[in-house]
C-alpha cells in the first residue's frame, strides 16, 4: 500500500521545518521499505512565513508537493485540496501544530491495513487546558456519539488513516466538517477503527478552537442529518410545506364553524392571523425546498473550479 500525507497548515511558521523533520525520521522505518509515500503541505492563507518554510524544503528522500491556497479558507477545504493532488490509494491527515506525534503514523497504518476503511488517532491523555480546549471537545464529542452512529471517542482528532475512495464519498464539508468526518463515515457504513497515541503540548503557535466548537459541532450535526437525505431535500421541505397547508386549511374551517354554526366572531380571535402564517410558511417551505435543491445541484458542478480559483501557488517536486 502507498499513502499520500497531506498536512493543512495555518501560521505554523515556528513548527513547519521541525514536523517535516520529524516526519521523515518517523518514516524511516523497517517496516515502510515497501511503501511509497509523499506529503503535501497546504498553506491555506498564513499571515507569516509558513509558505516560505515548507518552499525551503528540497532534496528530500520523499516527494513533497507545497501548495499556498490564496486566503485562509477552511482546515477541510485544505484537506480537499491536498487530496486533489494525491497520487496514491491511501491518505493520511495530520495537523502541523507539532501536537500529533509523526511516530503514531505506524501504529495507524498497521490497524487500518488489517482491512479498515478508516483509521483515527485517539488522544486519550490530551497535553491541553482543559477548560478552553478538552472540556469543549468532550462535550462536542459526547454530541457527535448521541446524535449520529458514529462510536469514535475522538472525532476531533487530526491524525487519521484512510482509503482515498473513502475520502471523495465523504466528500461535503462545511468549514469546521472534518472534524465529523468519521461521523459522516460511520453512517455511511464504512468499517472505522481507533488507535490510542500521544498527544504532544502546543510549543508555539495559538489554537483557533475553544468552547465556540460545541455550537459548530451542533450546526454540522444539523447539516449531516440534512446530507443524509441531500437528494431528498424537496421532498421534505415538501411535506412541511403542504403541511402548513393543511394545518392553514383546518384552522380555516374552524373559522367557518365559528361564523356559521357557533354564530360566534373570530375577528377577536388569533385564528385570521393563524391561517395566513401558516399558508405562508408553506409557501416559503416549498420555494426554501427548490432553491435548496437547486443550490445542491449548482454546487455539485462548481465544487472543482471553486478550488482551483483558491489555489494561488503549486510547487511539486514529484518527479
Not at 88 to 104: A, C, H, R, S, T
Not at 171 to 184: P, Y
Not at 261 to 289: D, E, H, K, R
Request: contains cysteine; aromatic residues 12%; hydrophobic residues 45%.
Amino acid at each position: 500500500m502507498n499513502y499520500t500525507i497531506i498536512i493543512p497548515l495555518f501560521n505554523e511558521e515556528l513548527n513547519a521545518i521541525k514536523l517535516h523533520d520529524e516526519l521523515l525520521k518517523a518514516l524511516d522505518n523497517d517496516y515502510f521499505k515497501n511503501k511509497k509515500f509523499e506529503i503535501i503541505y497546504v498553506d491555506d492563507g498564513s499571515k507569516d512565513k509558513t509558505f516560505e518554510k515548507i518552499n525551503s524544503i528540497t532534496q528530500t528522500v520523499i516527494p513533497v508537493v507545497k501548495v499556498r491556497h490564496r486566503k485562509n479558507v477552511a482546515q477541510s477545504v485544505a484537506i480537499q485540496t491536498g487530496s486533489n493532488l494525491s497520487q496514491y490509494e491511501n491518505l493520511i491527515f495530520m495537523d502541523g501544530d507539532l501536537q500529533n506525534d509523526p511516530k503514531d503514523i505506524i501504529k495507524l497504518i498497521k490497524v487500518f491495513e488489517e482491512g479498515s476503511d478508516l483509521t483515527i488517532g485517539w488522544r486519550k491523555s490530551r497535553q491541553d487546558p482543559f477548560f478552553s480546549k478538552t472540556l469543549p471537545s468532550l462535550i462536542a464529542n459526547f454530541l457527535v456519539r448521541v446524535f449520529t452512529n458514529s462510536k469514535i471517542h475522538d472525532h476531533g482528532c487530526a491524525l487519521k488513516v484512510l482509503k482515498k475512495k473513502v475520502f471523495f464519498n465523504v466528500t461535503e464539508f462545511g468549514a469546521d466538517f472534518h472534524r465529523l468526518f468519521a461521523a459522516r463515515a460511520a453512517d455511511l457504513g464504512y468499517k472505522i477503527t481507533e488507535v490510542e497515541i500521544s498527544h504532544r503540548k502546543r510549543i508555539h503557535g495559538k489554537s483557533n478552537y475553544g468552547f465556540s466548537r460545541i455550537i459548530k459541532v451542533l450546526m454540522d450535526i444539523i447539516y449531516l442529518g440534512f446530507l443524509k437525505n441531500k437528494s431528498k431535500s424537496l421532498y421534505y421541505f415538501g411535506i412541511l410545506g403542504f403541511g402548513s397547508f393543511i394545518l392553514s386549511f383546518l384552522t380555516f374551517v374552524i373559522m367557518l364553524y365559528f361564523k356559521f354554526i357557533a354564530n360566534q366572531s373570530f375577528i377577536l380571535t388569533p385564528l385570521p392571523t393563524l391561517v395566513v402564517f401558516l399558508l405562508m410558511a408553506g409557501l416559503n417551505f416549498i420555494l426554501i425546498g427548490v432553491v435548496v435543491q437547486v443550490f445542491i445541484n449548482s454546487s455539485n458542478k462548481n465544487t472543482k473550479q471553486d478550488e482551483v480559483e483558491i489555489i494561488e501557488k503549486i510547487v511539486d517536486d514529484r518527479k
